[in-house]
């Protein structure tokens, strides 16, 4: 049986890598610059079968039209703004991804970041290590996370395991999705505007789409307000990057955690110098647990389309 020729867009994990060269055969895009990209795909088309993308690198309209023998696309993660799934679905090219394994990581990261951006603890610490403490005296006071109103936009499965864990520190947890959810309690809000002007932690952890990109407007920061705080673990479009600097410059946001930004892996430079922010390199799902957890369903789904078994996770 010819062997499945598969696509590695970018440098992934290097467990995931060494799997898929042991039991197919592999192509390393990321090897090459990306003048040469194109070319090398025209020259392997016939051999490439399955593509494997990155959050940053997934499977876009040009790619597949490339690749004619191109049968299944991998996503290695949650989000599927990438890829091209109308293209996909009318090729008749299959895609899976990696959801529930991510969720957990995921959630924790966003009580992290809401935690060390409303206590300063990336601040303090610096404060501790330059020698403040000993020459200026104690560090300034600091708000609280537990109590706080927690909005969370996007009430799917991790937006479900931030409430759950909100919810541990006594959080009232509120919400803004596409309809509202049976089987839960928590306030529903039709709104990103509504919700943001009713809670004081806005968490975000929708998936990106045209309609969810810059979801997070000026309008909403607003409405958020000067004590409010912003946690991205989404997407870094869905937030105006250039109204969310130039709130938190005039004081007019109280705090900020991202994860993920506009222009990855270009971060605003007017953000390194403000103590209330909390940047973190889009390291949501990357701990060691995880990411062999993701490789292992890229894995396993590639196995099973290879020998006409149902795939583990299909987008759809």
């Not at 049968?71 to 290695?76: L, P, T």
């Not at 990103?192 to 309008?219: F, K, M």
């Not at 307000?225 to 990057?241: A, F, K, M, Q, S």
Request: glycine share 8%; hydrophobic share 40%.
């Amino acid at each position: 049986m010819e062997s499945l020729g598969v696509l590695l867009t970018a440098r992934i994990d290097p467990y995931l890598e060494a799997e898929l060269d042991r039991r197919f055969k592999l192509f390393r895009l990321w090897e090459l610059p990306p003048a040469q990209r194109r070319e090398f795909l025209r020259e392997n088309a016939e051999a490439i079968r399955a593509v494997v993308g990155s959050p940053a690198l997934g499977a876009d309209a040009e790619m597949i039209d490339l690749l004619p023998r191109l049968e299944i696309v991998a996503n290695f993660g949650v989000g599927l703004d990438k890829v091209d799934l109308r293209r996909c679905r009318d090729r008749g090219v299959r895609v899976v991804y990696t959801p529930d394994v991510v969720t957990d990581d995921t959630a924790d990261l966003a009580i992290g970041l809401a935690i060390a951006a409303m206590r300063r603890i990336c601040d303090s610490d610096r404060y501790l290590r330059d020698g403040s403490w000993k020459g200026k005296g104690d560090y300034k006071l600091t708000s609280k996370f537990s109590g706080k109103t927690v909005g969370i936009l996007g009430l799917g499965r991790i937006g479900q395991a931030v409430a759950k864990r909100a919810e541990g520190f006594g959080c009232p947890i509120c919400y803004c999705s596409r309809s509202e959810k049976r089987h839960t309690n928590y306030k529903y809000y039709p709104s990103v505007l509504e919700l943001a002007a009713n809670c004081q932690v806005l968490v975000v952890a929708c998936p990106l789409t045209e309609e969810t990109h810059h979801i997070i407007n000026r309008e909403v920061i607003d409405a958020l307000g000067p004590n409010g705080v912003l946690v991205n673990v989404g997407r870094g479009p869905h937030v105006d990057e250039c109204e969310l600097v130039s709130a938190l410059l005039d004081g007019q946001l109280g705090a900020a955690g991202l994860d993920v930004f506009e222009h990855e892996p270009h971060v605003p430079e007017q953000l390194f110098g403000l103590d209330n922010v909390v940047l973190v390199p889009h390291i949501g799902t990357d701990t060691l647990e995880t990411s062999k957890a993701m490789a292992d369903l890229i894995l396993e789904n590639l196995e099973a389309h290879v020998s006409n078994r149902p795939l583990l996770t299909p987008a759809f």
